[in-house]
Structures are given as structure tokens and as C-alpha cells.
T-cell receptor
């Protein structure tokens, strides 16, 4: 069965520091991969998605992610954290026959001033 | 993408009662899903809402507990029946449109507390 693993349930960075949120997937099928962000008391907002067109994917709010098939990884990065980036981030795998997404457990990002 | 609304946005209910959550999309979509997000947890798929036919439920979820309707291509409802405190969660609908390539867009969620 497909699974998504997010390393670190909680990541804390200082404002202006690099953000790195890790995501690994397990699947033999070339996937669709997504990063979503959930701000407090809100739904999920799509940050970016990988659909095999390019391994480096740029998203909104300065985030990007690189697909590495050899490492089955899709880590999310941002060069300089902003206070407004504090939220929970979910990595998700798509491409199954049912059309649904399989989510990682999420990583809560805190940004210190 | 699409604009997705959910009603109610939040509710507090007594155990043993039922709550129906509505999901409305501003354009026709091909697929609609219902997810549950328990406190501090990730999202778990409840079911795929199928237009004009019975929903497809994931393991661990049954129609008697979570009846779903999807009468057209822009609207779906999820009912949480005979609620218990364990049903306290955020319930989210998501949609996929034609040509979106597996991308799901989510509604704002319904925050349910069962006492």
C-alpha cells in the first residue's frame, strides 16, 4: 500500500532562516505529489504539485520542492522563513485508481522572531 | 480551481444526534471526496461521493454512520449519524475538476464537537 512519511511532526526555525520540510513516499508507480498548507482554523490550501513535467516545482509564497525518484523524496523548502509561514504542512500522494490522496501525518512549522 | 463552501463552518452537538454537512462548489466537478481530520491528526478519506449513485466508502467507514449524497455535479452532503464524542473532528470536502490532473481543492472544513 502507498504511504507518505513526513519526518518531524514539528519544525521550528527563526525568521529569515531556511525552511526544510521532509517528505518520502513509497510507491512503484510514478506519482503525483502535492504539498498543502493548513493555517489555523482553515482548510487546506495547495502550495505546489509535482506531475512529472519538472523535478523542481515552484509553488506559492516562495516555496519549492524537488522530486528525487532515487530517494523517493519530495522535500519542501523556502530560502527565508516569514512569520506568516507558521502553519501545518501536509505532503500527499495521488495517482491511485480511486483518485483520492494519501496524506502524511503533517509537519507543524513554527517561526521564531 | 474552484470556490468551495461548506455549511456549517462549526457546530457543537449532543451525542446521539445527527448532523448534515453541505459542500457546494461554484463549478461542475468530476469528483468529490469527504475527509476526516481528527484532532492533531492528518486527513483520512471517508468516501468518494458519486453523482447519482451510492458513495464509495473506505475501510472503516460505513454508509449507516456516514450517509453521503451527491445529487449533481456541484453539491454533496455528508451526514454524521448517531454521534459520539469520538466523532469530534474537522470534516473536509474536496473536489477534482476535468483537466485538473489529480489536483484536489479543499473546502474550509466543518469543525464538529460532540458532547
Amino acid at each position: 500500500a502507498q504511504s507518505v512519511t513526513q519526518l518531524g511532526s514539528h519544525v521550528s526555525v527563526s525568521e529569515g532562516a531556511l525552511v526544510l520540510l521532509r517528505c518520502n513516499y513509497s510507491s512503484s508507480v510514478p506519482p503525483y505529489l502535492f504539498w498543502y498548507v493548513q493555517y489555523p482554523n482553515q482548510g487546506l490550501q495547495l502550495l505546489l504539485k509535482y506531475t512529472s513535467a519538472a523535478t523542481l516545482v515552484k509553488g506559492i509564497n516562495g516555496f519549492e520542492a524537488e522530486f528525487k525518484k532515487s530517494e523517493t523524496s519530495f522535500h519542501l523548502t523556502k530560502p527565508s522563513a516569514h512569520m506568516s509561514d507558521a502553519a501545518e504542512y501536509f505532503c500527499a500522494w495521488g495517482g491511485g485508481s480511486q483518485g483520492n490522496l494519501i496524506f502524511g501525518k503533517g509537519t507543524k512549522l513554527s517561526v521564531k522572531p | 480551481s474552484a470556490v468551495i463552501s461548506q455549511k456549517p463552518s462549526r457546530d457543537i452537538c449532543q451525542r446521539g444526534t445527527s448532523l448534515t454537512i453541505q459542500c457546494q462548489v461554484d463549478s461542475q466537478v468530476t469528483m468529490m471526496f469527504w475527509y476526516r481530520q481528527q484532532p492533531g491528526q492528518s486527513l483520512t478519506l471517508i468516501a468518494t461521493a458519486n453523482q447519482g449513485s451510492e458513495a464509495t466508502y473506505e475501510s472503516g467507514f460505513v454508509i449507516d454512520k456516514f450517509p453521503i449524497s451527491r445529487p449533481n455535479l456541484t453539491f454533496s452532503t455528508l451526514t454524521v449519524s448517531n454521534m459520539s464524542p469520538e466523532d469530534s473532528s474537522i470534516y473536509l470536502c474536496s473536489v477534482v475538476g476535468s483537466g485538473w490532473g489529480e489536483t484536489q481543492y479543499f473546502g474550509p472544513g466543518t469543525r464538529l464537537l460532540v458532547l
